[in-house]
């Protein structure tokens, strides 16, 4: 059965189509929504298609960071420098998702909205605490990224609502490194991923905080303090203590829970170590707008992968 | 093989050469680059209908019923059809296969693996075939599966009630009829007498274990069939269109000359389109229906096609006190899954070199081939001897680390010399395993220390050989079509797949002609057009068809000598071709083949033909022993050598450094020998570290391209080396034999045996993926 | 059913598309035979065109989404092309089913990042599958013609 397609060219319509409709689904980028469709996985009676509607695919400074419409796609959140200004590592992890067909294609509010347990940009969205904007008929509320994923392949989407945008605080100073584990061929999905950043709130105090991707059914965040004075190993002991009770990964072709609890804890242990190494020991603070430019590099190499 | 001596002594003096060794672009380079050349569904076709297949849910059941109502009122549904009702007009020629005649295009009464079609839906467009197929409603009684090879070994449940090998191999007959087994062939090798091993000597066994795996060619399987009057033409993606033919002809019991089968320049195949794939079932609708079909399947259908046999093998070697292999004991089970295909051919032909390319005073193999409830397997890119190799190199290895000796050195010593007789009793020729082993060393400095860090990366370094034999006895024909401007026009059926078969067999039929690159035109397989030819696969066409076109081209020389001779008024002897045309040494009178041809004929445009055959003859192994003294016409030589890190937090293996090295007797195009054997080995490297079929319950769980694991440029090894090894072979065309296959085979091993060598652990079970290494290294941590 | 227009290679043509119909399947009716399945489902780049310049696999990209917009399939490539003729100076290509693709990924690359070397053309190219193994004579042919695109444009630079 073929899912009936619209194509508002208002926000307003399309919303009103998602409130009256029976068992409408959002068809924005539309990747994995047309994989699942094809597998014969996913029903919905009719599709949302939002390329039409006009300002969801803004990017934006805000006052705060940015504001990432929600079908800016994911090549974009990699290259724009905007991204690479207010939040290089949301930039980098963008850049290590599948490939860059995918996106070129694939939106920033379908990727999470998708409620993959394993993907990379939910691990840097919960270490910069982003905020989801859903839109519904009724009005718009706003989710942290933190509150976002409640299950697994669920949301805290309602009935009725769409993602409209996701803002990202300006990425406070500190290190931050992205490290994403494959069990198999190298391009395959992570069986482990972990987004790291550390920052100051007072001067001598450190936050080390942890996204972790793949390794439980949902996407999960925790924090750690620490001493600035910590030695790396310090830090590193801190998260994996930290990130032990949340790993609970789901067993597949990829490896079973042991193995992906093995992996879960390098990859917080090389992210963690790499962001503690990387942060000055006079951080303090969040930068102001005249800081950010000279502390972070203009443009994030992709490297191979060892 | 048969001689002919007059082509042997006319080419004396007259070889203008040119082509042959040559770097010659391949054909259609720049097409393929702009995807201009049409595979098989690129073809525009006459109106077809579509036909997709609803497949079984079940591993192993009894067909009670098939509900199609549902199916026919979806909209744009022509018919559907069951096994039942082509079993009824075609009867049991509905069953097929190369070697067992036990595969129904649908299955007929019972279904023997999850994914097996059940009905054919035939709709106006693939949307309405793939929504009718959705709604086939089929009752089942299900009956007890095996999804594993050693309990299908052991007795019941059995896939098939009856064994029933195809007639048209006589050495299969006495498995006629035979009931209450999986296993559906045996090939035993007995060379030696059992001993007590010598005081001094050292044992050493293993149980290992190769997944099944699949082809995963880009270009997807393609067939289209359509009636004329009394004949059936069908265009298929396919390896070996005059097997199709015979096939095709004798399930719909009709002559062979009113089948034509049209092949098409294939976007890879790698064993993967061969033999009976969709052409049974699209001929059958075709032919019953007097209709138009076209089968084109998605990527998660292709995995159900065939498989590459998964294979347990139970192994043991012997040195003695001087190091040299005394004896060897492999016990091989490949698990065919529900239909034979050629199992058994591999069963046998992997079986005979289970033992490795070594001097071994006493061998002994069983090899099997058992039936379990899963997709057939089939023929895959190195005919069953990958997965013999990964024993008998992982056992060699240990066997010279278990006396304290370098791996290479010890394979150096024991290894086959031209004119040794193998365990399996054919001398070997033309097979420098010495060469190969030493380039591949070479290029990694094997004897220089290696940089073995301590840490969290380990480096390693590890060699492995192989040994295969090209299939024996085959059949290759070759007309040439010589214009009258100089250009060539070769008819064969060798079908290019990538592996070049157009651009070497254009350089072959070249070579005696003096024709420039470029001037040589391989018309595309078409049983209407090109001559028989018995597959292209196993790494033959180089060697069988390639000699075929030679002789045709060495024809050729000797009609335009004729006609050069009678035109100079000079014997024959008196003429020579040169690169400008012919020339009479006597009287310095020259023609071009232009000038040639047009004075013969009278006329422009007009065309010279010649014509060959060649065929390679061997004698039956000894049933009792397995042994022969010709079981084939040549051997495969090939080593790897790696040089890698393990990542000990993370189990992943960085492969540094890929030696790989083929003896091709002679290269005829050095450039895509090289791609041949880098790629084969970039393929190997998959197979060594993550690519598998994984099955739950019989059912495939990663069966599409988001799952299953296939190299990307990421996987590549930072430094591949590619090295010929040139051992002319006396009855080569220029001396040349094949290599698509020759670096997979020793490929896993190496990497194993890298690894070994990097952690200190052997692994017996492929594919070496970051978890089993991660186990490992926890295992030994505990013991230590 | 919805009457569009495609922009194929410069050229446009109307064709009315059902709303799940696949860019894949539009271009394929369409002649464009150089646009492959491989895989389905966007895994392997066998079906890869650029649309205004980005690459996208059109075996998930629904047709009706593309009404307008500009689409390059590799046989619509110039005849003369840089990225072509390194492909094939390089040997870049065994069976070829393939290799259209990573063709086209190798032409968005290089738009944009003129400078890329092994590391960005792998970064690139890590969606696209290639089963005969022809991978370093890819990278090659993308380094050289980054090379030739760098000299191409040092040479417009220069001061006549």
Redo the contacts between chains.
């Keep these: 059965m073929t899912a009936t397609l619209h194509r508002p060219r208002d926000l307003g319509t399309a919303l009103d189509l998602l409130a009256g409709l029976g068992d409408p689904m959002v068809f924005g980028g539309g990747t994995a929504v047309q994989i699942l469709l094809k597998q014969g996985v996913l029903f919905a009676s009719d599709l949302v298609d939002i390329a039409g509607v006009p300002g969801l695919a803004d990017l934006v400074a805000t006052p705060g960071g940015l504001r990432a419409g929600t079908m800016v796609t994911l090549r974009r959140m990699e290259t724009d420098p905007l991204v690479h200004d207010r939040a290089p590592l949301l930039a980098q992890v963008y850049g290590r998702v599948a490939n860059p067909r995918v996106r070129n294609t694939a939106s920033v509010g379908g990727n999470i909205a998708h409620g993959d347990y394993r993907l990379d940009p939910p691990t840097a969205l919960l270490v910069l605490d982003a905020r989801v904007e859903l839109s519904s008929a009724a009005g718009a509320r706003h989710v942290p990224i933190r509150e976002f994923f409640t299950g697994f392949q669920e949301t805290t989407v309602r009935s009725g609502e769409m993602v409209t945008a996701i803002d990202v605080p300006t990425q406070p100073l500190g290190g931050a490194a992205f490290t994403k584990l494959s069990s198999l061929a190298a391009n395959d999905w992570p069986v482990a991923s972990a987004a790291v950043l550390v920052t100051a709130a007072d001067v001598g105090d450190r936050e080390i905080r942890i996204g972790l991707g793949a390794l439980a059914p949902t996407p999960v965040y925790v924090a750690v303090a620490l001493p600035a004075t910590a030695s790396d190993d310090d830090a590193v002991d801190a998260a994996l203590a930290a990130v032990e009770p949340l790993i609970d990964p789901l067993p597949d072709v990829r490896g079973g829970v042991a193995h992906k609890r093995r992996l879960g804890r390098v990859a917080v242990a090389d992210a963690t170590r790499a962001a503690w190494h990387d942060t000055p020991h006079d951080l303090r603070g969040t930068p102001g707008e005249e800081a950010i430019d000279d502390r972070r590099p203009t443009f994030l190499r992709r490297h191979r992968r060892h | 093989m048969t001689v002919d001596p007059r082509s042997s002594v006319a080419t004396a003096g007259t070889e203008p050469g040119g082509a042959v060794g040559e770097r010659w672009t391949r054909v259609d380079a720049r097409a393929k680059v702009r995807g201009e050349l049409h595979h098989a569904a690129d073809e525009a076709l006459r109106p077809c209908l579509d036909v997709v297949v609803a497949r079984s849910t079940r591993p192993h059941a009894l067909i009670e019923s098939v509900d199609a109502a549902a199916a026919k009122a979806v909209d744009g549904v022509v018919d559907v059809v069951t096994g039942a009702d082509l079993h009824a007009l075609l009867g049991d020629a509905i069953f097929t296969g190369p070697a067992f005649a036990d595969q129904p295009c649908l299955a007929v009464g019972k279904v023997r693996y999850v994914g097996e079609p059940v009905a054919a839906v035939i709709a106006r467009g693939q949307a309405a075939a793939r929504a009718g197929a959705e709604e086939v409603a089929v009752g089942y009684r299900e009956l007890d599966p095996v999804h594993d090879v050693d309990a299908a070994v052991l007795g019941a449940p059995f896939v098939h009630d009856v064994l029933r090998p195809s007639i048209v191999f006589g050495d299969l007959a006495h498995l006629r009829d035979k009931r209450d087994t999986n296993v559906n062939y045996e090939y035993t090798l007995r060379h030696g007498e059992p001993a007590e091993p010598p005081p001094g000597s050292v044992t050493v066994s293993h149980e290992f274990w190769c997944p099944p795996t699949h082809h995963v060619p880009i270009e997807l399987p393609f067939t289209a069939a359509w009636r004329i009057g009394d004949r059936l033409e069908i265009l298929s993606a396919t390896q070996t269109p005059s097997y199709v033919r015979q096939s095709v002809a004798d399930l719909l019991g009709i002559p062979l000359g009113s089948v034509r089968v049209r092949s098409a320049p294939l976007g890879g195949s790698f064993g993967a389109k061969m033999y009976d794939r969709l052409e049974p079932l699209a001929a059958a609708l075709a032919w019953t229906r007097n209709t138009a079909v076209r089968l084109a399947v998605t990527r998660e259908e292709a995995f159900l096609l065939t498989t590459r046999h998964g294979c347990a093998v139970t192994g043991s070697m012997t040195a003695d006190a001087d190091g040299n292999i005394v004896a060897a004991d492999s016990d091989v089970r490949y698990d065919t899954g529900a239909y034979a295909d050629v199992g058994p051919r591999i069963t046998a032909k992997s079986g005979m070199v289970a033992s490795g390319p070594y001097r071994i005073a006493q061998a002994h193999v069983r090899s099997r081939c058992v039936y379990t409830n899963k997709p057939s397997a089939g023929p895959f890119r190195g005919f069953g001897v990958p997965q013999v190799t990964w024993s008998h190199e992982s056992l060699v290895d240990e066997l010279a680390r278990a006396r304290g000796e370098d791996p290479a050195a010890f394979r150096r010593r024991n290894l086959l010399r031209e004119g040794d007789v193998s365990v399996v009793g054919t001398p070997m020729h033309s097979a420098d395993f010495v060469g190969c082993l030493d380039a591949v060393t070479d290029a990694l400095d094997w004897d220089s220390p290696l940089h073995r860090p301590t840490g969290r990366y380990r480096r390693g370094r590890g060699v492995a050989v192989g040994i295969k034999a090209v299939l024996t006895p085959t059949i290759s024909n070759a007309v040439l079509q010589l214009n009258q401007d100089a250009s060539a026009t070769l008819m064969i059926s060798t079908v290019d797949m990538g592996q070049g078969s157009d651009t070497i067999m254009a350089q072959i039929a070249a070579e005696p002609l003096g024709l420039p690159e470029g001037s040589v035109r391989v018309v595309t397989a078409d049983t209407d057009v090109t001559p028989y030819d018995t597959i292209t696969a196993g790494s033959r066409s180089t060697y069988h068809t390639g000699n075929a076109v030679r002789r045709a081209a060495e024809a050729m020389r000797d009609k335009l000598v004729d006609i050069a001779a009678a035109r100079f008024g000079v014997p024959a002897t008196d003429v020579k071709l040169t690169g400008d045309g012919l020339v009479s040494t006597q009287t310095q009178e020259s023609a071009s083949i232009p000038e040639l041809l047009h004075g013969h004929f009278g006329a422009r445009g007009t065309t010279l033909t010649s014509e060959a055959e060649f065929r390679t003859t061997w004698q039956p192994y000894d049933k009792e022993t397995g042994r022969s003294p010709q079981v084939t016409e040549h051997w495969f030589a090939g080593a790897a050598a790696a040089q890698l890190t393990v990542d000990t937090m993370t189990g992943r293996v960085h492969v540094e450094h890929l030696a790989i090295a083929g003896d091709v007797g002679r290269a005829i195009n050095p450039a895509m020998v090289e791609q041949q054997l880098t790629g084969a080995a970039i393929m190997g490297v998959g197979h060594a570290l993550f690519d598998q079929i994984v099955f739950d319950e019989g059912q495939i769980v990663n069966g599409t391209l988001l799952d299953y694991q296939l190299p990307s440029i990421h996987d590549v090894p930072d430094k591949v080396t590619p090295i010929i090894v040139e051992n002319p072979h006396r009855t080569g065309p220029f001396g040349a034999k094949g290599v698509g296959e020759t670096t997979i085979i020793p490929l896993a091993p190496a990497i194993a045996n890298a690894v070994r060598d990097a952690i200190g652990i052997r692994l017996t079970r492929l594919p070496l993926t970051s978890e089993r290494i991660l186990d490992a290294l926890a295992a030994q941590e505990e013991q230590s | 059913m919805t009457p569009i227009d495609l922009v194929v290679n410069g050229e446009r043509r109307s064709v009315t598309v059902g709303?799940?119909d696949l860019l894949l399947d539009v271009l394929?009716g369409l002649g464009h035979?150089?646009?492959?399945?491989?895989?389905?489902?966007?895994?392997?780049?066998?079906c890869?065109v650029l649309a205004d310049g980005?690459?996208?696999?059109s075996c998930?990209?629904?047709a009706?989404?593309y009404d307008g917009v500009a689409l390059t399939?590799?046989?619509g490539?110039p005849a003369a092309d840089d990225v072509?003729e390194e492909?094939?100076a390089a040997?870049?290509?065994?069976?070829?089913?393939?290799?259209?693709g990573f063709?086209l990924?190798g032409h968005?690359l290089l738009a944009?990042n003129p400078d890329a070397g092994a590391?960005?053309?792998?970064?690139?190219?890590?969606?696209?599958?290639?089963?005969?193994?022809?991978?370093?004579?890819?990278?090659t042919a993308l380094e050289n013609a980054a090379r030739r695109r760098r000299e191409a444009t040092r040479t417009e630079k220069e001061p006549a």
């Design positions: 709303d799940d394929r035979t150089s646009v492959r399945e491989g895989c389905g489902v966007g895994a392997c780049g066998a890869t980005h690459s996208v696999s998930l990209a629904r009706v989404r399939t590799a046989d490539l072509v492909f094939v040997r870049a290509m065994q069976c070829g089913y393939c290799i259209p063709v990924m968005e944009e590391a960005e053309i792998d970064a690139h190219l890590e969606g696209n599958i290639c089963r005969c193994g022809t991978y370093l004579e890819i990278r």
